[in-house]
């Protein structure tokens, strides 16, 4: 007899297990599975984000900063930091025990909430059907009346450029590398080509970005991206783009990457390993049996509507699967919504505030629409900008790179997007998110009071140069 829930979800990443969580909260009974295994062939909940993305690479990342910060800024505090030295392994078993840490927590909070977690491969044979196959091969069969599809994403493989798990590598791989490569290279210049390259220069890599579009982080604020690219090449990130990747091949202990520059005149670049990072896919396969009913895109997204339902009365799906940013606070905001309507409650997403942050240094955070996009969309808009240089919190961080930008509208004055790049953007942004959530106007924020010194005084003084009334910085005419 097949085992009965109210709800299952396949998956436990980001999306998945506050799905199951909040389910489970509601008082219903909830089985979630995952498929996920480490290298040693354990289980572990979390996903890609806990197990081989967002996790490690902040604190990689925070590793690496120290040294970076120990090498190029302690002077400047009057604190001397001679014979430094890097000890990869304890840096690497710190990452280790932190994503350990975190796993095993959720294990917990599943345990506390009363989610049964299931280690193997889940599959919507129908709705109210789940086909669950152990890691042992062994297969049985869960009944539930709502099926919540978590499945997430996996990295893309260029066919150009297949993966060989040890010098061609994905961004798992680039995480537990044991060695620092004299020579490393980057394909793609996104998110996370950008925090990898990041990591593996501040250890003392060469490292190379091979970026295809001609333009470097499209999906920010122009004024933001430009001086990020400014800041990683004086940083030491060689970013080439417009370039397109033919090939790479292992050749002598190295790997030889063929590509076209921007003048389609073909290069050549050797390194000693090959990150590939352009990018992630939908892990939508083997997820659904013939005839679920459940549509697929032409990139392999599960389609579904605002409250992520596929359409399919009990299916729902979540996360990277569907359409929108693959970001896990997106995931996991879209799984609260759906366990809380499944139980009967309110649920939504505000889809016109999601942050996203770019973990490097300096930190890179965005919300809201960009100054291109408001400018197309033929709103008349107002701008107003603040640099981290005139901040004395920043200048006593000795991190006076970047500025604050605040995009709004000039009619009803309603914040339209925000966009950071400096010290702390990530936790910067939260203020701005809600802000929008309220739909708030510069004004709001003028006459909101911020403690003195902080770097939050920065999104303050941009909403107030929005009209041309900041105090620390002189006011442009217009």
Known sequence: ????????????????????????????????????KNRDGSSA????????????????????????????EFAAHGIGASGLKVDLAAMQKRRATIVKTMTQGIAGLFKAAGVTALAGHGRLLAPGRV????????????LAKHVVLASGSVPVELKSVPFDGKQIIDSWGALELDAVPKRLGVIGAGVIGLELGSVWRRLGAEVVVLEALPDFLPMADGAVAKEALRHFRKLGLDIRLGTKVSGAKRAGGAVEVEYADASAATQRLVVDTLVVAVGRRPNSRELLADGTGVKLDERGFVVVDDACRTGIDGVWAVGDLVRGPMLAHKGKEEGVMVADLIAGHFGEVNYRAVPSVIYTAPEIAWVGQTEEQVKASGRPYKVGTFPFMASGRARAMEAGAGFAKIVAASDDDEILGVHIIGPMAGELIAEAVLAMEYSASTEDLQRTMHAHPTLSEALHEAALAADRKAIDIPNKAG
């Open 1 to 36: 007899m097949a085992d009965q829930y109210d709800v299952v979800v396949i998956g436990a990443g980001p999306a998945g297990y506050p799905a199951a969580i909040r389910a489970a909260q509601h008082k219903l009974r909830v089985a979630c599975i995952d498929e996920w």
């Open 45 to 72: 909940l979390g996903g890609t984000c806990l197990n081989a993305g967002c996790i490690p690479s902040k604190a990689l990342l925070e590793s690496t900063e120290l040294l970076h910060r120990a090498q190029h």
């Open 131 to 142: 086909e669950f196959t152990a890691h042992d091969g062994s297969k049985r069969e869960l």
